[in-house]
Structure formats: C-alpha cells, structure tokens
C-alpha cells in the first residue's frame, strides 16, 4: 500500500510540475507575432495590426497595452487606437525604447496592469521583448514572485534581450519594498 500511494504522489507531483512548467502557451494568431499567452491573466506579443484587434476582445482580454514607439517600422498606432475604440477594449498606449528603456515607461506601464479594468491583459510591442520584460517586472513586484520565477517565465513569453531583462532587473531591485 505504502508503495502505490507513494507512486500515486510521484506521478501528481509529475502532473504538477508539467503543469507549472506548460503556463505558458503560445499560438498562431493572424495578425499577431509572437502570440504567447500566461493562462487567461495575460498575453505577450509582438505586432499586431489593427485587423487583429477585435479577435483580441474575442479572445477575453479587457485591455491592449501597447509599447511600441510610433516611429517604428510597420507600428500603427492610431489605427489600432481606432479599432481597439471600435472593438470596445480599452487601449492603452505607453512608448518604450528598447535601446535606452526609461524608468517612466515602467513606472506607468505598473500604474496601467493595476487599474482595474485591465486585466487580462493583451500586452505587446514588436517582437515580445519589451512586453515579456514589463510583465516580469509586474510579476516580482505586484505578484510576489521571486526574480528567478518571473525571469524563467518572461523567457517563455518571449524576453531574449539582454538589455531589457537587465533593465527589467534593475527596476525591480531598487522598487523592491
């Protein structure tokens, strides 16, 4: 008896684990890049264009943040602002250099993920990078988790960038309370 109620917990910690470890989900939108969703509390992306917005109120999602500046190649963000008001989601627009991050830019993206009304949240720049580092910063300081965690899952959502993770890094080390 000991032995089989010993394999039965092997077997639901395994479960467990894999479960921890497949949070992450990414999938194939049209009009998305780099579709990578935590559960139903947020998704991660790279563009979108204005098409995709109204799937992305489909999809549940009460808010889009987007961070890309609107003098990067391909970003529309009037028209996305224009069919985020169309599709009744609200938008949300805080532009971030990837190359020379700003502590406001962090500050307010925190201030936006806590208002109420806008979780989930659809979060997304040109290739994930940005959004993946706002979220693990959203994770260790709103959430509670540990660097480790929240850096091990922005890496599934898409964070590959040296610089942002190190700036991400740094915002939560001297925001920590």
């Known amino acids: 008896m000991k032995r089989i109620l010993s394999m039965f917990a092997m077997v639901t910690m395994g479960v467990a684990i894999a479960a921890a470890q497949s949070a992450v989900q990414k999938s194939t939108v049209p009009g998305i890049t780099n579709f990578a969703q935590v559960q139903t509390t947020v998704a991660c992306a790279g563009a979108v ?5 109204a799937g992305i109120k489909k999809m549940g999602f009460a808010s889009i943040i987007n961070l890309r500046l609107a003098s990067e190649p391909g970003a529309d963000i009037e028209g996305e602002a224009a069919a985020a008001k ?7 627009h805080i532009p971030m250099n990837s190359n020379a991050p ?3 830019s ?5 201030k936006t993920i ?3 009304g806008n979780e989930p949240a659809f979060i997304h720049c040109a290739s994930g990078n940005r959004a993946a580092a706002m979220w693990m910063i959203k994770r260790a300081l709103i ?3 540990d660097t480790d965690k929240a850096s091990e899952e922005a890496a599934q959502l898409g964070l590959t960038n040296p610089q942002m993770k190190a700036f991400a890094l740094d915002y939560i080390q001297s925001h920590k309370k």
């Open 114 to 116: 806590t208002e109420a």
């Open 143 to 145: 959430d509670k988790w």
């Open 86 to 92: 169309a599709a009744g989601i609200n938008f949300v």
């Open 102 to 104: 700003e502590t406001a």
């Open 106 to 110: 962090a500050d307010r993206f925190i």
């Open 49 to 53: 264009t204005p098409s995709s917005v």
